[in-house]
């Protein structure tokens, strides 16, 4: 049988791998953020399809994590609660600042992970937006592709300035 402070571990380690997690795609956000900078093209495209893996990685940890917070709040008797407000003061004493410190640490990084996509989502648009005025200076008749995520070309019917498909 498995006892509460069992969970309470399992729990513990589900957060310390969303916790690893979120920092492996922070530092990619931040890596993008320089490629960008620097535009790098095939840069940006390649750290775009590790991010996209990574997110789906996190997803995946989170999903875990979060069963295990539901067993845990069932197991509590708070039934469809699994509110870590809730769950954390009935954990086990020892557990309770640990568990309180990685959850806190989770949710700064999903702050500080939402502030750089932003910033790289802000920094891209304004790359597009120089390119398609560089190309309407150069080519005033011509209007620029405009690609979705996969890179093909997406059909325009009316072109009403630059569109960003895919950030991060």
């Known amino acids: 049988?498995?006892?509460?402070t069992d969970k309470t571990e399992q729990l513990v380690e589900a957060l310390r791998e969303e916790l690893k997690q979120y920092g492996e795609l922070m530092a990619m956000l931040e890596q993008q953020q320089q490629l960008v900078i620097e535009?790098?093209?095939e840069g940006i495209q390649a750290i775009a399809e590790k991010i996209d893996h990574e997110s789906t990685i996190l997803e995946q940890c989170k999903a875990s994590r979060e069963g295990i917070q539901k067993t845990i709040a069932k197991d509590l008797g708070l039934a469809n609660d699994n509110d870590f407000q809730k769950i954390v003061p009935k954990l086990p004493d020892d557990y309770q600042p640990l568990v309180k410190a990685l959850i806190e640490e989770n949710n700064h990084s999903v702050m500080r992970i939402g502030r750089i996509a932003k910033q790289n989502h802000v920094l891209l648009s304004r790359s597009i937006e120089m390119v398609n005025s560089?190309?309407?200076n150069i080519c005033p008749d011509?209007?620029?592709n405009i690609y979705?995520?996969?890179g093909g070309v997406m059909q325009q019917t009316v072109s009403v300035g630059p569109a960003v498909e895919?950030?991060?």
């Open 1 to 4: 049988m498995t006892t509460m």
């Open 39 to 41: 535009r790098n093209a």
């Open 166 to 168: 895919h950030v991060c």
């Open 142 to 144: 011509v209007t620029p």
């Open 134 to 136: 560089l190309i309407r």
């Open 148 to 150: 979705d995520q996969r």
